[in-house]
Every structure is written in C-alpha cells, then in structure tokens.
C-alpha cells in the first residue's frame, strides 16, 4: 500500500517570502498525486493534481507543484505568499489503475506572518 | 448550488449515547466519502460509496456504521459513542467511480465530542 509524508507540520514563512512545503510517498509503481488546501473551519478543497503528462502542475493562485519520480516527491511551492494563503496543506497519493482511494498526509500547517 | 452539506455542525454526545450525521450533495456525482479528521493525523478514510447501494470499509471503520440513502445522501452512524470518536467528521463527494483520479469536494466538517 503507498503511503505519503509531509515531513513539515508546520511552516511559518513572511509575507512575500518564497515558501516550499514538502510531500514524499513511497510506491514502487505508477502514482497520482494531489494537494488539497484547507482555509480555517473549512473543508478542504483541491490545489492541484498530477495524473500524467507535464511534471510541473500549477494551480490558479500561483502555487505549483513537481512530480520527482527518482526522489518519490511532489513538493508545493509559492514564490511569493500571502497572508491569505494561511492555511493547512495535505498532500495525498493513490496508485494508479487499480481505483484506490488516495491516501491522505498528515497535513502542513502554512502561517504566513505580515 | 450548495454543493457538500453536513449537518449538525457541533455535536456534544455522552458516551455509550447514538447518532447520524448527515451529508448531501446536489452535484450528482456518483461516489461518496466519509472522513475523520483528527490532529497530527490528517484524513483517515471510514466508508466509501461509489454508488447508491454500495458502501465499502476504509481505513477506520470499527464503531461506524453508513447508509447511502440515495444518490444524493450519504449517512454516518455512531452506535455507541466513545470518546475516541471525538473527532471532525468530513464528507466528501466525487463525479465518478474511479476515486484515484476524480477530484473530491468536501462538506464544511461536523465537530463531534464525546464526554
């Protein structure tokens, strides 16, 4: 069964600061992988996807993400945060072709500080 | 379009006491979700839908029990209430039935307490 890390549980990072928030998973065959972002008493809601294709993914509010087959990583990054970009991060994996229901991260806190 | 809603929002139970959560969703999608959500732990999955009439275990599934109701709902039940399921419990909805690549879309939670 594949797992996910998200070895940070919290990143505190300044306003306009570039920030990465870190995903490993462990599989040895073909993923699919997600970040999901949850605003405060929020459900969460999907940053980004990788499925195939292109390895750099990018959402619509500036934040991209980069499928590293030889590292087993999907790491998040922003080049420049803000405030409201304070939230709770979880990255999540599933293995592809069999419709398994993609397993969860543990989640990264994200607080950006005027 | 309210897309997931769940209610209650704030639940206080005793233990050994019952309950349903509910969950809706008006997107007619075809596969439903049920999560909690507790701290240091991110989601653990507890049932699956991926259709009316078909309910499948997740991750954590011992003292819950689910109904899909029909397409559009989605239940939660607690039995016998402990205090380890003390808890925020997510629904979430998906379009298709293949839930490794189908984006989910998540109700706004339902804190539960169990004293």
């Known amino acids: 069964a594949q797992s996910v890390t998200q070895l940070d549980s919290q990143v505190p990072v300044f306003e306009e600061a570039p920030v990465e928030l870190r995903c490993n998973y462990s599989?040895?065959?073909?993923?699919?992988l997600f970040w999901y972002v949850q605003y405060p008493n929020q459900g969460l809601q999907l940053l980004l996807k990788y499925l195939s294709g292109s390895t750099l993914v990018e959402s619509i509010n500036g934040f991209e993400a980069e499928f590293n087959k030889s590292q087993t990583s999907f790491h998040l990054r922003k080049p420049s945060v803000h405030i409201s970009d304070t939230a709770e991060y979880f990255c999540a994996v599933t293995v592809s072709g069999g419709s398994y229901i993609p397993t969860f991260g543990r989640g990264t806190s994200l607080i950006v500080h005027p | 379009n309210a897309g997931v809603t769940q209610t209650p929002k704030f639940q206080v139970l005793k233990t050994g006491q019952s309950m349903t959560l509910q969950c809706a969703q008006d997107m007619n999608h075809n596969s439903m979700y049920w999560y909690r959500q507790d701290p240091g732990m991110g989601l653990r999955l507890i049932y699956y839908s991926a259709s009316e009439g078909t309910t499948d275990k997740g991750e954590v599934p011992n003292g819950y029990n689910v109904s899909r109701l029909n397409k559009r709902e989605f239940s939660l039940r607690l039995e016998s209430a402990a205090p380890s399921q003390t808890s925020v419990y997510f629904c979430?909805?998906?379009?298709?039935?293949?839930?490794?690549?189908?984006?989910?879309?998540f109700g706004p939670g339902t804190r539960l307490t169990v004293l």
């Open positions: 979430a909805s998906s379009p298709g039935t293949d839930p490794s690549t189908d984006t989910q879309y």
């Open positions: 599989s040895s065959v073909s993923v699919y």
